[in-house]
């Protein structure tokens, strides 16, 4: 009897406690991640910006069926994301996972493709092995987000150059938390910040950059200025991009620019340091690079960075067709590495490029820093090793296709052509300027600036997009038409202006790291029925000898 009460009162007593338990769970949230890389760990910036959220979110994910392992992770890690971001938000994420070719009709399954496509998601025809044969799948690695009667599309599976299949799906996953979360804030946020592309110098605008526009105008308010010498021109805008001028800037105008990151303003320089075209080369095989100044030099020095007036030409570059002879009256086209063309890589792991795409370059400048105390430099896009700088005036002339290039005239080392300043930064106008300009209350001329951020690019074709001849299409930015491969340029400039404009934190995020834990392939096929076999044949032995062993003790303790 004695016994039995105890029983009873253990029994209720741990009831009693588990009651407490999920009572005080009821008002205490916390979640424990065990992993060494914190795998299943969100930012706090995505934490906030979760409780915040005024309505439910829906998100569509188009990654489910039969698919190839490393699919199936990201799959899996999608879900996990989800999840957390589920409960993060007090149960206001909601999802489905959809398979688009589901259907066993092929039209059905062409009319979802399509409107996937027209949604903003991009296909990947992957190839898998079945058995004895390789089958072929086009899968949506994305998800259509929608939040507040608005809908926006998401990437999930990120291309990488020179990244393997594991690598590139790996990076995927570690990308997973931003992509998701900066999707939402995306839709969620009420009040549009203002970016400005500044035009009246023959700046990149129209067309050349409908492409970025569209997906900035997703998040933020875009315009164009025309400075004009006023005063208050840039007051509203958050940052301004100042994409591939043509001719100089006045001294009234570059007061307002600068007077514009004074006050905490950020500035994004995409400018050439030679004037040459491929237009130059259509109807003669060569043309001349000549120095290019836009009277931005000073400036640029002042604040760290200084584009060179020559080109960098890099092995590892874009191709271009070229007329190799006539078969009839048809020309023959090839298609040969233009070295004027370069294929930038990122440069660290800084947020704004960790994990991106090559960069889809033109007749680009090498980039230096100048000292400067205060602020902090970041390089963060450069050439390959296998590159070499010609300085301008330069000729550049088709005819070097001719020949194979020599190697050893490559081997100058990496060229930067994007670089990070963050900081304090001093005035240009720093005793240039007259005493009344100076002490005018109305102007509020500062000689150094609050803590704030500015890009240099020393390549302006990197936001531009290509038009086809007739007008009538916008190709995306970064795709090239002739590896018919779309490269990080879109995703760059976005990250650019996220970066500084960003005051929540959320593109820290971008940082996550997941360590790749491969297997080793060769001894996989080598020790497959060894493995096999320890993982089906020992866990039954244990349970029998384990079982053979209670069997025994029991039958001598109870032994007559």
């Not at 020309?331 to 090559?358: G, M, T």
Request: proline residues 4%; hydrophobic residues 40%.
């Amino acid at each position: 009897m004695n016994i039995k009460k105890q029983n009873i009162f253990r029994f209720l007593l741990t009831l009693v406690i588990l009651i407490l338990l999920n009572y005080i769970g009821s008002f205490v949230f916390f979640r424990f991640d065990l992993t060494s890389e914190k795998r299943y760990s969100i930012s706090n910036a995505s934490k906030e910006m979760l409780k915040n959220l005024s309505d439910v979110v829906f998100v569509k994910v188009y990654l489910d069926g039969d698919l190839p392992a490393g699919f199936a992770r990201l799959r899996q890690s999608t879900k996990e994301m989800l999840n957390e971001f589920r409960a993060y938000s007090d149960s206001k994420i909601e999802y489905e996972f959809i398979d688009p070719s589901a259907s066993p009709d092929e039209k059905t399954r062409n009319e979802i493709y399509h409107q996937l496509s027209q949604q903003g998601l991009q296909y990947s025809n992957i190839s898998f092995n079945e058995g004895d044969k390789v089958s072929e799948k086009i899968i949506f690695p994305g998800a259509i987000i929608s939040y507040l009667g608005k809908e926006t599309p998401v990437q999930l599976l990120k291309s990488q150059l020179g990244a393997g299949s594991d690598e590139m799906l790996n990076n995927s996953m570690q990308q997973l938390e931003f992509e998701i979360a900066n999707a939402i804030q995306n839709l969620s946020d009420p009040v549009s910040k203002k970016i400005g592309f500044i035009t009246g110098q023959g700046e990149l605008n129209g067309p050349d950059v409908s492409d970025i526009s569209k997906f900035l105008k997703e998040k933020y308010s875009v315009e164009e200025i025309v400075i004009d010498g006023k005063l208050n021109s840039l007051d509203k805008f958050e940052a301004v991009i100042i994409a591939k001028p043509k001719s100089n800037f006045n001294e009234k105008d570059k007061f307002i620019i600068d007077q514009f990151l004074m006050t905490g303003g950020k500035l994004f320089f995409l400018i050439d340091g030679t004037d040459v075209s491929m237009d130059s080369l259509q109807g003669s095989p060569t043309t001349m690079a000549i120095p290019l100044s836009v009277n931005l030099e000073d400036m640029l020095f002042k604040y760290g960075a200084r584009i060179n007036t020559n080109l960098i030409m890099d092995l590892r570059s874009l191709p271009i067709p070229v007329v190799t002879g006539y078969v009839g009256n048809q020309p023959k086209q090839e298609l040969f590495p233009w070295f004027y063309f370069p294929l930038a890589i990122p440069e660290s792991d800084h947020p704004v490029v960790k994990n991106l795409d090559a960069l889809k370059t033109q007749f680009s400048s090498s980039l230096d820093t100048i000292g400067k105390p205060g602020t902090k430099k970041t390089f963060l896009f450069s050439t390959s090793e296998y590159s070499r700088i010609s300085s301008a005036p330069t000729r550049v002339s088709l005819n070097i296709l001719r020949n194979k290039p020599d190697e050893k005239l490559f081997r100058s080392g990496p060229k930067h052509i994007a670089l990070l300043i963050e900081g304090q930064f001093e005035s240009l106008f720093t005793n240039r300027i007259p005493p009344q300009i100076e002490q005018d209350v109305k102007i509020g001329f500062k000689e150094k600036s609050v803590q704030t951020k500015l890009i240099v690019v020393s390549d302006g074709d990197i936001i531009r997009n290509e038009v086809n001849k007739s007008g009538d299409k916008i190709l995306p930015l970064g795709y090239d038409k002739y590896t018919q491969r779309e490269y990080g340029n879109r995703d760059f400039v976005l990250n650019c202006i996220n970066y500084l404009t960003d005051k929540s934190g959320l593109i820290i995020a971008r940082t996550k790291e997941f360590k790749l834990r491969l297997l080793d392939r060769q001894r996989v096929e080598k020790e497959r029925l060894f493995w096999q076999l320890l993982n089906t044949v020992c866990p039954v032995s244990l349970v029998l000898v384990f079982g053979l062993i209670k069997y025994f003790f029991r039958k001598r303790k109870f032994a007559i």
